[in-house]
């Protein structure tokens, strides 16, 4: 993983736009993926009875989960100039994900695309190609960690 000194500023900086509405950001990404990828709820028992995005968007619990995929976001931007910190984060996520909760790895893309996206409907295309490079690295180590699981 390397970031010039830059490029970490300039990820750094587009993604504190998108964090300081984390729990309504993370609430939209969350409520477009379960809506354009449908079968990505099926990981979320507790959504499956959500059909409407006006009823995910009021839910306590896609709310909590939308702030708690930022967070963890969050966490790892403040580590992309240090590896180890960074790898202490995703590793143990995407171990989680792959043997726990078992969710499909190409979810991690789908909701990176989303956070994409929002990031230049929200902030224009600069935004978003200081952040290509983060979600990139985010999913390659998330799918590292599933291949050491076996997946």
Known sequence: MSF???????ARGAWEKMYVD????GTT??????????????YFTHFKGMDSAEEMKQSDQVRGHGKKVFTAIN???QHLDN????LGI?????KKHAT??????KNFRIICDIILQLMEEKFGGDCKA???KVTNEICTHLNNVYKEEGW
């Not at 984390?22 to 950001?25: I, M, P, S, T, V």
């Not at 990404?29 to 099926?42: A, G, N």
């Not at 590896?83 to 960074?86: C, G, K, L, N």
């Not at 726990?100 to 790895?105: A, M, R, S, T």
């Open 83 to 86: 590896s180890e910190a960074f």
């Open 4 to 10: 010039s000194e830059a490029e970490v500023q300039s």
């Open 29 to 42: 990404v969350l409520v477009r993926m379960f809506t354009e990828h449908p079968d990505t709820k099926s």
């Open 100 to 105: 726990q909760l078992k969710i499909d790895p």
């Open 22 to 25: 984390a729990e309504d950001n």
């Open 130 to 132: 200081s952040f290509e």
């Open 75 to 77: 966490d790892m931007v």
């Open 90 to 94: 995703v590793n143990p996520l995407g």
